[in-house]
């Protein structure tokens, strides 16, 4: 059998001159455009892909359709006549209780949200499992277990410990500010700012990166674990020290997981409903919040057709980001480098 | 811990240049421990006394709000007397492998597939991710339609002449969390393929050459050469895949509700119902306790064999 | 006395000092589109006629869904300025935790104990003696919808009772009509079970089992009817696979199925439908066997916040809401009862009268929620959507379980 080890010594055998940077995929290159085994390919591709796309047709035609249509009853059957009522309703002027101006309202506080929680949780996650991956010390790994079982805790089991911590944390550091503050300065009230987590974006930042740590470190530790260790130590050995190896050697090979760790982020972070509505106030709530409530009116006609749109709109960043993000998802970069 | 100690000593063999220029043994890790304090923090406060929170809650008669009132083992009398959470077990256990098993194929599958230097990647890629983007609140609606036997698949086929065709797994107690499956698959399985073709592509081309060059198939190939390699992507896969289903609750109240009666309810649901619906938190706590128990009994001898084994290539 | 003047008197005796302008986080689940209409009422009520202003802080989903997220701010030490809850006991630990700010005085200078009526709303909110909530409405459950047309299809006059009705079931299934509609959710057939709980065992014996939870009348041959005709109620929802309550609703009015027993709030589907009371639908409270009433509904609570600006402004809503002319607006917008029978709502139909009718002679139990901890509601939720979906239970298996859930929550 032909291991990834003696496969090796014939890798150094054949062309050395291989490296096309930043470029496609792997595997043999298809021979012609309609060979039988480009049909078989393209063909389980299709297939599967009409499985994936049914329901996002159910929820296209339904969004374009008006609600007496959809009373007729036919899931499937495109609009008779195309409107696009229902989206400009779910952007503008669905009622999420007494508001009634629709997504948009919540669209600016969802990427205020979004923007500092995906830079802040993927950055310290990258930098963790790279400590893990490559600057294991006695005890890293018990403690990276204990953040694996993290992974599998329901998260609204965890609502109330997590608001008690941010209050107590938020009242400690105000105590902490404010005799700090106190000893430079004798003005009275000076020193009345306070230390808010609770319902506030800060705290709601701390909660994503908490929870979207587990995996996003085991992702990262998981990827840079397969990067040989022979580069890592042949940089030591150059003198690199632990940032400059992360970012001259770690970070450009890493392409691929950062997408994967920031596709599952933004989803998340983007389509968060619990924590958005817990830990900020009325004023900041994010697009989620105007999202269920659009849905998920328990009493009353359920307007399905601005339903579907709302879900659609809301899902549209997320999606933009798969789209183009894709493109990072290369490979050879670390090929070369190895060789290099 | 093996591993630890067996690093350390690796690394000062190797690099005593760079220690030269140290003078302080103690601390040259002191980088690494710095930069691993937030997750440290997180895994101990916040996951660890999170959890040692919930397990002594569990024992107390907290209902609306945590309370300290003692009532030893009575919730989870209660919890294995209960017939929903002897149901819920049962489902999740069913659900689960199928999910797990389904979920790694599929994945692997179509990133085998797209890493075939094919046209469209793009696009394909992002038709088998985008389901994962969408609030589960109307994709459980969507699934919920297109299974209605009145006007869903059922439906157009009897339509289409077959009067006798029968496909209404979401009023039928049997099959229900087999509907429940063919949505969290269509919802979990780009994501798992996005991992894979992450490891795919981490993977050096040289070894395809030296494959081809060897003479062995691209189906072999993959078998006995591309999937030992990217074992510790298929370790990630499987944690995201099982701490999903673990976590499985939305899907199910927004395409069943957990019935028909109680035919379709998961233990995520159970802790939820009984901490917010039934406002008995001992309870909720209780059952997510026996949750992470059984999390932990197979987690931890894992990670013991995963981490304190000998390295692995 | 003027709105405005006891507004003032109210005011005066809890701060005294001047009326700061505050912004007031309210909290609710009020979001579909008579409901978020009904909401407006309030929010207008308050921007216009004091300095304060109303901050929209609708979560919908329900009580289930918005629960966690009021007591998580409670508790995190951020409250909002008033939250809304059902009636009854769902609050009641936040009371006696002292987070719930105590409304005695307003209460006392508006008089609630007066015109609340039936006074078992106030009491839902009294804990000790003092007064911690605002009720704003009544829902009832004990209504039973009926299609006109349905019942005229199948050769049958439509039913004036129960009895009746069970009377006209072959008729109906005969002509292809589903006799009942009922949704997958457990709260619908559990709520159902209730209300033909009060109609079939009568008000005495559910007190007994609700109130004092008497397992031996849960026991006892009068809930043996109850279970019985329950039982036959499964058979004769056979063959309609809907989910949500308005989805049955729906079979209802589009004469599929013949009856639903469904709340009041049933009675904007048929509205929506463009349908009349009386021509298209029927309908009878307490399934027509008892003149009967249950009286649940919302309530508005106000946490602590230790900020006396902010309790000023808090008494200053909580007198609002139950102002009449506010009762008015909002009752008319949400299809609810008013929870003060000196007002006039605005637009009365046939079944609406009849309920206000049952209000005015005090005919009214209070509701589940009220007797019931949620704990106990999930339970029997539970137990009674296994029932509905499992064939082969039987009425009396059924039957001992719900004794043994009562006779735990004892």
Redesign the interface.
């Known amino acids: 059998m032909a291991n990834p080890a003696t496969l090796s010594s014939t890798i150094a055998a054949t062309d050395p001159v291989t490296s096309r940077l930043g470029e496609g995929p792997s595997g043999p290159r298809p021979r012609k455009a309609l060979s039988p085994r480009n049909i078989m390919l393209y063909g389980t591709l299709i297939i599967v892909s009409l499985y994936y796309l049914l329901p996002l047709y159910v929820m296209l035609v339904t969004s374009l359709k008006d609600m007496a249509e959809i009373r007729m009853g036919n899931i499937f059957s495109p609009p008779t006549e195309i409107t696009f009522e229902p989206w400009v309703k779910a952007w503008s002027e669905a009622c999420t209780g007494v508001n009634c101006d629709g997504l948009s309202r919540g669209f600016w506080n969802s990427v205020r949200i979004l923007i500092p929680s995906v830079i802040i949780s993927m950055t310290i996650a990258l930098i963790s499992g790279y400590t893990l991956a490559k600057w294991k010390f006695k005890g890293s790994e018990v403690f990276f277990t204990m953040l694996l079982v993290g992974a599998f805790i329901p998260y609204q089991v965890m609502l109330y410990p997590i608001v008690i911590g941010l209050r107590e944390t938020g009242g400690f550091l105000t105590d902490i500010w404010q005799a700090t503050c106190n000893v430079f300065t004798a003005a009275e009230g000076a020193c009345r700012g306070r230390v808010q987590l609770f319902g506030s974006i800060s705290g709601l930042v701390i909660v994503h990166t908490i929870f979207g740590m587990p995996i996003n470190v085991l992702l990262f530790r998981n990827y840079f674990a397969a990067i040989p260790d022979e580069l890592f130590k042949a940089a030591r050995v150059d003198g690199a020290g632990f940032w400059q190896i992360l970012l001259r050697i770690i970070l450009p090979m890493s392409l691929p997981i950062i997408v994967v760790s920031g596709i599952i982020q933004v989803t998340g972070i983007w389509n968060d409903f619990l924590f958005g509505v817990v830990y900020t106030r009325a004023e900041q709530y994010p697009m989620t919040v105007q999202l269920n409530n659009i849905v998920n009116s328990v009493q009353g006609i359920k307007e399905y057709n601005v339903n579907m749109a709302a879900t659609l709109l809301t899902g549209l960043v997320p999606l933009t980001v798969y789209f183009f993000s894709g493109r990072l998802f290369v490979r050879g970069i670390a090929a070369g480098a190895v060789k290099g | ?1 093996a ?3 067996d ?2 000593r690796v ?1 000062t063999s ?2 005593e ?2 220690q030269a ?1 140290r003078p302080v043994r103690l601390f040259r ?1 002191l ?3 710095i ?2 304090t ?3 923090l ?10 040692i ?2 397990v002594v809650y569990s024992f107390t008669s907290s ?5 300290m009132n003692w009532v030893g083992l009575d919730q989870y009398e209660r919890l294995w007397s ?3 959470w002897l149901v819920s077990i049962q489902n999740l256990a069913l659900y689960g492998i199928l999910s797990l098993v389904f979920t790694l194929v599929i994945g692997f599958v ?1 990133a ?7 046209r469209f ?2 696009t ?12 589960f ?3 459980g ?6 299974l ?5 698949i059922q439906g ?1 086929v009897r339509d289409m002449g077959w009067e006798s065709f029968t496909f ?1 797994p ?2 039928d ?1 049997d099959i229900v969390m087999y509907g429940l499956l063919i949505a969290g698959l ?1 919802q979990g399985t ?2 798992i393929m ?2 894979m ?18 003479g ?1 198939g ?1 189906v072999k190939t993959y078998v ?2 591309i999937i ?2 990217m074992r ?2 298929f ?2 896969a499987v ?2 895949i ?2 999903g289903i ?2 499985l ?1 939305d899907l199910v109240v927004a395409q ?8 379709s309810e998961v233990p ?1 649901k159970y ?11 001992g ?3 209780a059952a ?1 306790t026996m ?2 128990l059984s ?2 009994i197979i ?2 001898p894992w ?1 013991l064999l995963e ?2 084994g000998r390295k692995r ?1 | 006395m003027t709105l405005k003047t006891k507004l003032l008197a109210a005011t005066a005796i809890c701060a005294a000092g001047a009326v700061h302008a505050e912004e007031m986080e309210v909290m609710h689940w009020w979001t579909s589109g008579g409901e978020a209409a009904a909401v407006s009422e309030f929010a207008k009520a308050l921007n216009e006629r004091t300095d304060h202003t109303w901050i929209d802080g609708a979560i919908a989903g329900g009580g289930d869904t918005a629960r966690p997220v009021m007591v998580s701010r409670i508790l995190g030490g951020d409250p909002p300025a008033a939250f809304q809850f059902n009636h009854g006991l769902q609050a009641q630990e936040l009371i006696e935790a002292g987070l719930m700010l105590d409304l005695t005085d307003v209460a006392e200078a508006e008089g609630w104990t007066d015109i609340v009526n039936p006074p078992s709303l106030l009491d839902a909110c009294t804990y000790e003696g003092r007064i911690y909530c605002a009720p704003v409405n009544i829902h009832s459950w004990q209504w039973m919808w009926l299609s006109n047309d349905a019942f005229e299809q199948a050769g049958v006059e439509v039913p004036e009772s129960w009895t009746e009705f069970t009377e006209a079931v072959p008729a109906l299934q005969e002509a292809g009509i589903t006799p009942l509609a009922v949704g997958g959710q457990s709260w619908q057939q559990n709520g159902m079970f209730g209300v033909m709980a009060i109609a079939l065992a009568g008000q005495e014996d559910w007190l007994a089992v609700n109130r004092d939870k008497n397992a031996e009348v849960a026991r006892g041959e009068s809930y043996a009817r109850v279970f019985q005709a329950f039982a036959d109620a499964r058979d004769w929802s056979d063959g309609l696979d809907v989910q949500d309550w308005n989805q049955a609703t729906n079979a209802v009015i589009e004469d599929t199925a013949a009856a639903q027993i469904m709340g009041d709030w049933a009675q904007g589907e048929f509205a929506v439908a463009g349908e009349t009371a009386g021509e298209d639908y029927s309908c009878l409270p307490g399934l027509g066997e008892v003149a009967i009433l249950d009286t649940g509904g919302d309530a508005f609570y106000f946490p602590v916040t230790g900020d006396p600006d902010m309790e000023a402004a808090q008494k200053e809503l909580a007198a609002l809401l139950l102002s009449p002319e506010v009762q008015v607006a909002f009752n008319s917008a949400k299809g609810s009862l008013p929870i003060r029978g000196d007002v006039d709502l605005t637009t009365v139909n046939e079944c609406t009268q009849k309920g206000l009718d049952l209000l005015a002679n005090n005919q009214t139990l209070p509701s589940g929620n009220q007797l019931l901890s949620p704990d106990t509601t999930t339970q029997l939720n539970d137990l009674m959507t296994e029932f509905w979906n499992t064939p082969s239970m039987t009425a009396e298996e059924a039957q001992e379980r719900y004794a043994q859930i009562i006779e735990s929550a004892g």
């Open positions: 811990m591993v630890a100690s690093e350390g690394s190797r690099t240049t760079a220029r890790n980088m690494s421990k930069a691993l937030p997750m440290i997180t895994a101990v406060v916040v996951f660890f006394g999170g959890t929170w919930t209902g609306l709000l945590p309370r209960t017939a929903k179509l085998a597939l797209l890493d075939r230097k094919i990647e793009d394909f890629r992002t038709i088998f991710l985008y389901p994962f983007a969408l609030s609140i109307v994709t609606l969507i699934w919920q339609w297109i209605n036997p009145d006007f869903g157009i209404n979401l009023n107690p269509w780009g994501l996005c991992i073709l992450a490891g795919l592509r981490g993977i050096d081309e040289d070894i395809w050459k030296a494959a081809r060059v060897d062995i691209t006995r050469i030992p390699m510790p992507v370790v990630t944690v995201l099982t701490s673990i976590k609750y069943t509700s957990g019935g028909p009666g109680i035919s995520a802790v939820m119902q009984a901490m917010f619906g039934g406002q008995n938190l309870q909720g706590f997510s949750m992470l999390v932990v987690l931890v990670a981490f304190g290539g």
